[in-house]
Nanobody
Framework: LQLVESGGGLVHVGGSLRLSCAAS????????IAWFRQAPGKEREGVSC??????????NYVDFVKGRFTISRDLDKEVVYLEMNDLKPEDTGIYYC?????????????????????WGQGTQVTVSS
């Protein structure tokens, strides 16, 4: 079981990026998938998540990305996306895709790192002012 991120890069303030997290159908059906990020010198923080396919795929966002970021899933391509718009310098960091099963009994997926035990290698996002 593995997760592979891609799509990071350098973008100017106000720009957009789409991150991809490649995962198998088994993972998408049985795990919630979340995006976390870690800025230099800061702790890792949750950004968004989507519940597993069997649970209906409800989504959750942290307040500071609501209205700017959108999480989605393409089952045919076995990918979870994070569409990021209106990017700000504070969005800079390494973005990680994670899979977890601990919160599947809840109505919404959670954004606590301890709920996730599959992690990708990360992809760098840099927003320049």
């Amino acid at each position: 079981l593995q997760l592979v991120e891609s799509g990071g890069g350098l973008v100017h303030v106000g720009g957009s990026l789409r991150l991809s997290c490649a995962a198998s159908i088994f993972v998408l059906d049985n795990y919630s998938i979340a995006w976390f990020r870690q800025a230099p010198g800061k702790e890792r923080e949750g950004v968004s998540c989507i519940k597993n396919m069997s649970s209906g795929g409800t989504m959750n966002y942290v307040d500071f990305v609501k209205g700017r970021f959108t999480i989605s899933r393409d089952l045919d391509k076995e990918v979870v996306y994070l569409e990021m718009n209106d990017l700000k310098p504070e969005d800079t960091g390494i973005y990680y895709c994670a899979g977890g099963r601990r919160g599947l009994h809840l109505d919404r997926c959670q954004l606590s790192g301890s709920d996730y035990d599959l992690w990708g290698q990360g992809t760098q996002v840099t927003v320049s002012s």
